[in-house]
T-cell receptor, first 115, second 110 residues
Framework: ETGVTQTPRHLVMGMTNKKSLKCEQHLGHNAMYWYKQSAKKPLELMFVYNFKEQTENNSVPSRFSPECPNSSHLFLHLHTLQPEDSALYLC??????????????FGSGTQLSVL | TQLLEQSPQFLSIQEGENLTVYCNSSSVFSSLQWYRQEPGEGPVLLVTVVTGGEVKKLKRLTFQFGDARKDSSLHITAAQPGDTGLYLCAGTYGNNRLAFGKGNQVVVIP
């Protein structure tokens, strides 16, 4: 138990579906992240939020839409995805601004399959 | 271009054996982290090294940061099945950006 909870754990969706991934952290952190983990690739940073404000969008396609209503919750809204978007989506949180030594606490991830 | 190269990509050993995995780069990092990811779970931070030449120990795991802060190694002594997992290194560079390697998949056979 890392204090970061992601739901659902598994998701299968068609290319025309709309779905959302949810992340909640109980650690009192103020920074939250979305990462994509594909087989045989390094973790790819997608979005960063600090104190509810988006501070980084790593050139992510607009079919991925993040939302951060407060420092404890983070969503990733999905629509018209492609099969190559199938991956493990990881949420993480940390205290921001520690000079790059942020300790990331990850959730268990959502394994997404796009058919 | 991948910033961090981890080798070997896959390693299978018998319980009780020792192993070393590597994380290499041509870039200099202000700090480097090691995470372990077990099947079906997210990565869990094991250690952060900051100073060139630094050595940190976590029970049977020994982490070393290269003198030039471009590389790191993880040595496991007397590996146990519980050490099985994907070991990820992540380096901090530039404007506090964090880059991950692809990972070292370690399997310890009972």
């Amino acid at each position: 138990e890392t204090g970061v909870t992601q739901t659902p754990r598994h998701l299968v969706m068609g290319m025309t579906n709309k779905k959302s991934l949810k992340c909640e952290q109980h650690l009192g952190h103020n920074a939250m992240y979305w990462y994509k983990q594909s087989a045989k690739k390094p973790l790819e940073l997608m979005f960063v939020y600090n104190f509810k404000e988006q501070t980084e969008n790593n050139s992510v396609p607009s079919r991925f839409s993040p939302e951060c209503p407060n420092s404890s919750h983070l969503f990733l809204h999905l629509h018209t995805l492609q099969p190559e978007d199938s991956a493990l989506y990881l949420c993480a949180s940390s205290f921001p601004g520690q000079g790059g030594n942020e300790k990331l606490f990850f959730g268990s991830g959502t394994q997404l399959s796009v058919l | 271009t991948q910033l961090l190269e981890q080798s070997p990509q896959f390693l299978s050993i018998q319980e009780g054996e020792n192993l070393t995995v590597y994380c290499n780069s041509s870039s200099v990092f202000s700090s480097l982290q090691w995470y372990r990811q077990e099947p079906g779970e997210g990565p869990v931070l094991l250690v952060t090294v900051v100073t060139g030449g630094e050595v940190k120990k976590l029970k049977r795991l020994t982490f070393q940061f290269g003198d030039a802060r471009k590389d790191s190694s993880l040595h496991i002594t007397a590996a146990q099945p519980g050490d099985t997992g994907l070991y990820l290194c992540a380096g901090t560079y530039g404007n506090n950006r964090l880059a991950f390697g692809k990972g070292n998949q370690v399997v310890v056979i009972p």
